[in-house]
């Protein structure tokens, strides 16, 4: 059982930044894939950026450019930079670990951006 928290949410302007962080209940290096993914109500949790375990990222083409994804094997940790946010970033951000043929969430952290 993977435990994911997730902090680093909140409210911020239409072209500002915000880091959110994801800690591990174990090694990250343990875990196959992990990445990022956020839901609006109403409608499906999409994928925004992953990261696999030898450090090949991949990303949403609505946020390619803006947000970087990162790890951190020493504290267990990943990592997702959001820059130039705009409203339609708007959205609960998941945490997302996938070991073996299980996948794993966290509870999720709250992103607005204001216009």
């Known amino acids: 059982q993977v435990q994911l928290v997730e902090s680093g949410g909140g409210l911020v302007q239409a072209g500002g930044s915000l880091r959110l962080s994801c800690a591990a209940s174990?090694?990250?290096?343990?875990?196959?894939?992990m990445g990022w993914y956020r839901q609006v109500p109403g409608n499906e949790r999409e994928l925004v950026a992953g990261i696999t375990r030898g450090g090949g990222t991949n990303y949403a083409d609505s946020v390619k450019g803006r947000f970087n994804i990162s790890r951190d094997n020493a504290n267990d940790r990943i990592y997702l930079q959001m820059n130039s946010l705009k409203p339609e970033d708007t959205a609960i951000y998941y945490c997302?670990?996938?070991?073996?043929?299980?996948?794993?969430w966290g509870q999720g952290t709250q992103v607005t951006v204001s216009s």
């Open positions: 997302n670990a996938k070991k073996y043929s299980r996948v794993y």
């Open positions: 174990e090694a990250i290096f343990r875990i196959d894939a």
